[in-house]
C-alpha cells in the first residue's frame, strides 16, 4: 500500500515515509492511495489482535508489516467499553488511556511505529507539537521513554485546564513541555517555523506527532470499526455515531472506515462554536476563520486540517453531505447537556462529550438501529467546567492519579529565537 497527497503534487510514500514525515511535500495530507476491502462479519476479537487485522492492508509491503501485531499491543494496552444508555444508545468510551482522552490511541500507535521504524539519518529524530491541551498531553505520554526519540510539546499560556498542564509538564528525560506567551495558532506557527529554520533542522530530523500524520488516523479506525461488528452481530443492523469535532480526525478515521467495509450507517459531528465544517456543508464554501474558544477546549479549530482529507474522498459537495452531517452545539447547550446527562442518566460527560450527546439530542429522524456517541474524555480533565454543572466532585481515573506530579512550567515568549535557543 503506498500513501499520496490529498493535493496530488508529490510522490506516493511507503507508510513507514508518509508517517515519518507527516505532512506531504508538497503540504498537502498523507491519504491511501486504494481502498482495501474489510468484509469480515464475524465478531471482533480484543482490539489489538482485531485492529492488526483490520490495519495489515494499510501496512502491505512496508517495513513494519511484521511488526504490526506488536504495535498494536503495545499501543492499544487498555480498553474501549461500549456501554448502554439506553436500548439504541450506546457510549463507547475512550478515554481509559494514560491520558484519559481517545488521542492516547492514535499517539501511542504513532510512537509505537516510530520507535520501529528503520531510518537512515545520522541525525535524532525529535517530536514537535503544538497543542491546545490533549493532544500534547497523550504525545508526551506516549513518546517518555522512547529511546531514540526527543519530544517537545509547545501550549498556550494561560489557555489550557489546570489538569493538562499537569499532564504536559510532569515528564522528565526525553519530554519537554513550553509554556508559550501567546495563543495555540502562536504555538502552530512556531512548530512551522522550526520546521523551515536552518539550525534547528541541521541538528534534528523534525517530526509531527498532530493529526495531519496518518499514523494517528488509521489507529482511529479500530474501535469504530471494532464496535461497528460488535453491534452488527448483536443486532444485525449497522450502527451509527455522533462523533466530538474539531480538526476533524477522529469523523475521518470513522468515515475511512466505512469506506472500506464496516457496517456503519450514519456519521453526525458534532462540533463547537468553531463552525467552519458545519456551514460547509451547507453553504458549500470552505472558510476557515479565527478560532473561537469554547467550553469543548480541545475542538477549538478554526481551519479543521483533516476537512482536506474528507474532501478529497467525497470532492463533491453533495457526496460528502450524504456521508456526514454537522451540527454546531453553542456552549449554554453543551454546559445543559452535562446537567440532563447527569440527572437522566447518571453520565458525567467531559464537554466535548456532552456536545456530542446534544447533537443526538436534537436529531429528527434517528430510524430504528442503534446509535453510538463517542465519549472522547473523562471528565475529571475539565473538572473546573463540569464539577459546577453536576454540583459534586469528580473522582480521578486511575489513570491520573498514576501520573508524576507537575512540575514548574519553563515559560518561553512567542518567537522562534526562544524557541531555538531551548531545544538546540
Ligand atoms: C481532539 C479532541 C476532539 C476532537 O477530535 P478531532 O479529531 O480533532 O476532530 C474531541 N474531544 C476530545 C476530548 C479531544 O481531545
Request: glycine share 6%; aromatic share 8%; proline share 8%.
Amino acid at each position: 500500500m503506498r500513501f499520496v497527497s490529498t493535493r496530488g503534487g508529490a510522490a506516493p510514500a511507503s507508510l513507514s515515509a508518509a508517517l515519518t514525515q507527516g505532512l506531504a511535500p508538497d503540504g498537502g495530507l498523507y491519504v491511501p492511495e486504494t481502498w482495501p476491502r474489510f468484509q469480515d462479519r464475524s465478531a471482533p476479537e480484543a482490539l489489538p489482535a482485531f485492529a492488526a487485522r483490520l490495519l495489515a492492508p494499510f501496512f502491505e509491503g512496508d517495513p513494519l508489516a511484521s511488526s504490526l501485531p506488536e504495535i498494536t499491543a503495545d499501543a492499544f494496552n487498555f480498553p474501549a467499553p461500549l456501554t448502554a444508555l439506553d436500548s439504541n444508545t450506546r457510549v463507547l468510551e475512550l478515554f481509559h488511556g494514560p491520558t484519559a482522552a481517545f488521542k492516547d490511541f492514535g499517539a501511542r500507535f504513532l510512537a509505537a511505529c516510530l520507535t520501529r521504524t528503520p531510518r537512515d539519518d545520522d541525525r535524532p529524530l525529535y517530536i514537535l507539537v503544538a497543542t491546545s491541551g490533549d493532544t500534547g498531553g497523550a504525545v508526551a505520554a506516549a513518546f517518555h521513554n522512547r529511546p531514540g526519540i526527543s519530544v517537545s510539546i509547545l501550549y498556550p499560556a494561560g489557555m489550557v485546564s489546570p489538569a493538562q498542564e499537569r499532564q504536559l509538564t510532569c515528564w522528565d528525560g526525553n519530554v519537554r513541555a513550553f509554556r508559550v506567551a501567546g495563543a495555540f495558532d502562536d504555538c502552530q506557527r512556531l512548530v512551522k517555523e522550526a520546521f523551515a529554520d536552518r539550525a534547528i533542522t541541521q541538528r534534528f530530523a523534525l517530526s509531527s506527532a498532530n493529526s495531519i500524520n496518518i499514523a494517528r488516523l488509521l489507529p482511529q479506525m479500530s474501535y469504530f470499526a471494532a464496535s461497528s461488528l460488535a453491534i452488527w452481530n448483536e443486532t444485525g443492523a449497522p450502527a451509527s455515531f455522533v462523533i466530538p469535532s474539531g480538526n476533524l480526525g477522529h469523523a475521518t478515521a470513522c468515515v475511512w472506515a466505512r469506506h472500506i467495509g464496516l457496517p456503519i450507517d450514519r456519521i453526525v459531528l458534532a462540533h463547537n462554536a468553531n463552525r467552519t465544517m458545519p456551514d460547509f456543508l451547507e453553504g458549500g464554501e470552505w472558510r476557515p476563520r479565527p478560532t473561537i474558544a469554547t467550553l469543548a477546549s480541545a475542538m477549538d479549530v478554526g481551519d479543521p486540517s483533516n476537512g482536506e482529507r474528507l474532501r478529497h474522498l467525497f470532492p463533491k459537495l453533495d457526496d460528502l453531505r450524504q456521508a456526514v452531517s454537522a451540527y454546531v452545539i453553542e456552549d449554554a447547550a453543551i454546559a445543559a447537556r452535562i446537567r440532563s446527562g447527569f440527572a437522566e442518566h447518571g453520565q458525567i460527560w467531559c464537554p466535548h462529550t456532552a456536545a456530542a450527546a446534544e447533537a443526538y439530542a436534537r436529531l429528527s429522524e434517528r430510524g430504528e438501529g442503534v446509535w453510538v456517541i463517542a465519549a472522547t474524555a473523562h471528565a475529571a480533565k475539565f473538572a473546573e467546567i463540569v464539577e459546577p454543572l453536576i454540583g459534586r466532585k469528580i473522582d480521578q481515573p486511575p489513570a491520573l492519579q498514576a501520573l508524576p506530579p507537575g512540575r514548574p512550567a519553563i515559560n518561553i515568549p512567542s518567537s522562534l529565537a526562544a524557541l531555538r535557543d531551548a531545544i538546540v
